[in-house]
């Protein structure tokens, strides 16, 4: 299934065809060791790094004429057909880029991004914690307190991915009168990772606890202070970056329901939504992404159209995965097919922040008078 446009696709670093061979080479032998067994697919996210999969929307490292976030999730894609925990890491890696994309701290951005953009410095979001408390769902996680140099920072951030030691990560911590955020390196005095729950998929994302014992942070790596004008510059390549890993899955659901379709076509044919259904509904989405990325803005009713396609996205990937346990029959609870990885791979699309509830949450708020 070729997700979109022609439009989208880059020839050379950061191609759909270079981005798969990198994939089948580096990635599809472990996708179950990754999937179930907490395999952190390291030396697979470098060699896509290497491919170009990381830079696409970053102007000062894309191949492309300009920068690109439709390029970056087609990307992603190519590889959530495959496995989608590690197009999870990918739109980890591609969002700390873009964070040091957005930054008026130019500095910080010309040490860390060309090593986040080619995959020789890995990174991660801590923005799930941030992105909820400033919708009023929970409160922030992380305190900060001014200091000579910089900030001391105290608190723990649940469930950040694509971590380890020397990887680096953006968050936001509260500091009374306002709202900072910066980048954090796992290793540095007092930011401690851990692993202390298990999940039923994405086991090999490097997902972790971090606390943070009044850490000190630098001026030199302070993104915004305050995050009033970053946020809203953030929010939207965020939100549609995420739907890469959505329409990853619905790819490889429609390929599998083809796959299954060779030798129960005559039974299949009575189900309501088959393989050239998603396929169709997922290039007319991604049109829409396109358009979307194409005139980036930050008003009240363009916000509310991202939330709509990324709300549009999760919806059809969940619809996608059922479609797709339908197709597959009894087969379906087999390890060994892949239907039921892709459905619990469905659900991680739905409930990454922002959820498919947050998503209707802020809409409606956006819609509201």
Known sequence: ?????????????GSGSLIRAVVAQSIAPDVERIDRHGFYPRDGLRALGEAGAFSNHLAAHTALP????????RAMAAVGETCMSTAFCVWCQDTCGWYLEQTPNQALRERLQPGIASG???????????VKALAGIESFRLRGTRVEGGWCVTGVLPWVSNLGGGHWFGTVFDAGDRRVMAMFCCGQNNVEIRQNV???ALEG???YSIRFRRAFLPDADVLADPID??????????VLLQTGMGFGVIAGAAAQMRHDDVSYAHTNRYLPYGASFFEDEGARLTDELADLADRPGSGRDYMRAVLGLRLAVSELTLAATQAGVLHG????YLESSGIERRQREGNFVALITPSIRHLRQEIAALSST
């Open 1 to 13: 299934m070729d997700i979109g446009a022609a439009s989208l696709e880059p020839s050379g670093a």
């Open 120 to 130: 020789d410095t890995l990174g991660g979001t801590g923005l799930s914690n941030p």
């Open 66 to 73: 300009r920068r690109s976030i439709a390029a970056a999730v």
């Open 229 to 238: 004008e970053i946020m809203p510059r953030i929010r939207p390549g965020f």
């Open 198 to 200: 298990h999940f039923v």
């Open 205 to 207: 994302t490097a997902t």
């Open 329 to 332: 029959g009894a087969r379906g």
